[in-house]
């Protein structure tokens, strides 16, 4: 039996929005404040309520975080950690339960904290978890998640090709799909693989030749450094935002980290 064959069917499901935040924010925080990992319940419901790097945001209180992280746990993704204190704490199964590296696992993290995003974005704010050299590395972590079905593009790929993940229930994710469409239509075609064959037209008839005119003054092209030097400028911008949501990310958790400590001092009478 081939190795193929011996490998176990991926434990992934689609999982309703609340859920998706849950288990995104575990990873998250694992990868950029590690000493705060594994999370409380009340932190867990600080980075979901985050402004910063998230959307939709979320107001959502502890008793919703802790259904939530039930329902994970009876899927396996999330486990409470036995540790010396008396407040319970959760880490994630991400990386088995996605069957992922760490690289491809920042990726999903992304996309589900914010949803359908362009490739410039979403490098830029990987980048807070996960180093990625420039865009052709993440088009190749993108095809590998494609190829495992975790990854979906809502657009054709070239410039502004946007991708999501592909954890949203069936429901949600033909809403998505349609708000896109009727959002971006203009400007995104439906990709390749599922857009319509052309419409087959018979030829014009033949019409008298057109009144001849001057040639008019074609526009000087863009020169070939200015292009690059625009896309510089681009990627700079979003690293700079993703760079913005890394500090807010931290300071939100010191924030975080003090309202424990000054909990922790009041139930000891400190």
Same mark, same amino acid.
């Given at each position: 039996?081939?190795?193929?064959?011996?490998?176990?069917?991926?434990?992934?499901?689609?999982?309703?929005?609340?859920?998706?935040?849950?288990?995104?924010?575990?990873?998250?925080?694992?990868?950029?404040?590690?000493?705060?990992?594994?999370?409380?319940?009340?932190?867990?419901?600080?980075?979901?309520?985050?402004?910063?790097?998230?959307?939709?945001?979320?107001?959502?209180?502890?008793?919703?975080?802790?259904?939530?992280?039930?329902? *994970?746990?009876?899927?396996?993704?999330?486990?409470?950690?036995?540790?010396?204190?008396?407040?319970?704490?959760?880490?994630?199964?991400?990386?088995?339960? *996605?069957?992922?590296?760490?690289?491809?696992?920042?990726?999903?993290?992304?996309?589900? $904290?914010?949803?359908?995003?362009?490739?410039?974005?979403?490098?830029?704010?990987?980048?807070?978890?996960?180093?990625?050299?420039? $865009?052709?590395?993440?088009?190749?972590?993108?095809?590998? *998640?494609?190829?495992?079905?975790?990854?979906?593009?809502?657009?054709?790929?070239?410039?502004?090709?946007?991708?999501?993940?592909?954890?949203?229930?069936?429901?949600?994710?033909?809403?998505?799909?349609?708000?896109?469409?009727?959002?971006?239509?203009?400007?995104?075609?439906?990709?390749?693989?599922?857009?319509?064959?052309?419409?087959?037209?018979?030829?014009?008839?033949?019409?008298?030749?057109?009144?001849?005119?001057?040639?008019?003054?074609?526009?000087?092209?863009?020169?070939?450094?200015?292009?690059?030097?625009?896309?510089?400028?681009?990627?700079?911008?979003?690293?700079?935002?993703?760079?913005?949501?890394?500090?807010?990310?931290?300071?939100?958790?010191?924030?975080?980290?003090?309202?424990?400590?000054?909990?922790?001092?009041?139930? *000891?009478?400190?």
């Amino acid at each position: 039996m081939s190795s193929a064959e011996n490998r176990p069917a991926p434990r992934w499901q689609p999982l309703p929005p609340l859920d998706r935040r849950v288990a995104a924010v575990l990873v998250e925080k694992a990868k950029t404040t590690p000493d705060a990992y594994p999370m409380s319940i009340n932190a867990l419901r600080a980075g979901c309520n985050q402004k910063n790097n998230r959307d939709p945001v979320m107001e959502v209180d502890e008793d919703a975080v802790q259904e939530s992280l039930d329902r *994970l746990r009876g899927v396996g993704l999330v486990a409470e950690v036995q540790g010396g204190g008396r407040v319970p704490r959760y880490r994630h199964y991400m990386y088995d339960w *996605l069957g992922v590296d760490k690289v491809e696992v920042a990726v999903m993290t992304e996309l589900l $904290l914010r949803g359908a995003q362009t490739e410039g974005e979403l490098r830029g704010r990987v980048s807070r978890m996960e180093p990625i050299a420039d $865009l052709p590395s993440l088009r190749a972590v993108l095809n590998a *998640l494609k190829a495992k079905g975790l990854v979906i593009a809502l657009s054709p790929e070239g410039r502004g090709y946007v991708v999501t993940h592909a954890l949203y229930p069936p429901r949600e994710l033909e809403r998505l799909k349609s708000d896109f469409q009727r959002v971006h239509g203009d400007d995104f075609a439906e990709p390749a693989e599922h857009a319509p064959a052309p419409v087959r037209t018979a030829p014009p008839i033949a019409a008298a030749p057109a009144p001849q005119y001057a040639p008019v003054a074609q526009a000087s092209p863009v020169p070939e450094g200015l292009v690059d030097l625009r896309r510089d400028v681009n990627e700079l911008k979003q690293q700079v935002a993703a760079l913005r949501d890394e500090v807010a990310t931290v300071r939100s958790q010191c924030d975080m980290q003090q309202r424990e400590l000054e909990s922790l001092r009041a139930a *000891l009478g400190g």
